[in-house]
T-cell receptor, first 113, second 115 residues
Framework: AQTVTQSQPEMSVQEAETVTLSCTYDTSESDYYLFWYKQPPSRQMILVIRQEAYKQQNATENRFSVNFQKAAKSFSLKISDSQLGDAAMYFC??????????FGEGTQLTVNP | NAGVMQNPRHLVRRRGQEARLRCSPMKGHSHVYWYRQLPEEGLKFMVY????????ESGMPKERFSAEFPKEGPSILRIQQVVRGDSAAYFCASSPGDRSFYGYTFGSGTRLTVV
């Protein structure tokens, strides 16, 4: 069974600064995908960034980047130059051969002006 | 290019009634997934469907819940004889194929309240 753990229920960051959200996971599979989704108050689930496990290079999408440590089964999200619009619940998720996503419990990010 | 459309956005049902939640996937997407989000929790997988087929329903409660994705029309998640514990947000996602390289596109969810 897949498990995903987000150990930080809440995080806060000052506008324009950098914050890192932690995620660890457990899987017995060798081929899998990892995702970070953002859920603002509107409840819409928005894909932030994804990583293929077989790729050693960390994924980057503009101000968002990941630190993927496969051996440690760690997949943290770094948000640079934080903006007020980044405030949301962030979910880490894994996807394996069953085409199903396993989500963590989420980290509520607050951005302070 | 409309995204994944879910309706209704909010649904209130009395205990014992039936709830029907609808999901229209993105154009060109033939794979649909349903997830449930209980208050203060992450999303939990329920069922994975392709057109006219249930691929994986291992996350679906054995009783009262059913899902379909007919050849024509939206995918339907049906909950019979609802109970208070069914109150949650139900999300639908779609993808153009399995193991989607581009991730899954989610709808805005249906919040079901059982009173």
């Amino acid at each position: 069974a897949q498990t995903v753990t987000q150990s930080q229920p809440e995080m806060s960051v000052q506008e324009a600064e950098t914050v890192t959200l932690s995620c660890t996971y457990d899987t017995s599979e060798s081929d899998y995908y990892l995702f970070w989704y953002k859920q603002p108050p509107s409840r819409q689930m928005i894909l932030v960034i994804r990583q293929e496990a077989y790729k050693q290079q960390n994924a980057t999408e503009n101000r968002f980047s990941v630190n993927f440590q496969k051996a440690a089964k760690s997949f943290s999200l770094k948000i640079s130059d934080s903006q007020l619009g980044d405030a949301a619940m962030y979910f880490c998720a894994t996807e394996t051969s069953g085409s199903r996503l396993t989500f963590g419990e989420g980290t509520q990010l607050t951005v302070n002006p | 290019n409309a995204g994944v459309m879910q309706n209704p956005r909010h649904l209130v049902r009395r205990r014992g009634q039936e709830a029907r939640l609808r999901c229209s996937p993105m154009k060109g997407h033939s794979h649909v997934y349903w997830y449930r989000q209980l208050p203060e929790e992450g999303l939990k997988f329920m069922v994975y469907l392709q057109k006219e087929n249930i691929i994986d329903e291992s996350g679906m409660p054995k009783e009262r819940f059913s899902a379909e994705f007919p050849k024509e029309g939206p995918s339907i998640l049906r909950i019979q004889q609802v109970v208070r514990g069914d109150s949650a947000a139900y999300f639908c996602a779609s993808s153009p194929g399995d193991r989607s390289f581009y991730g899954y596109t989610f709808g805005s969810g249906t919040r079901l309240t059982v009173v």
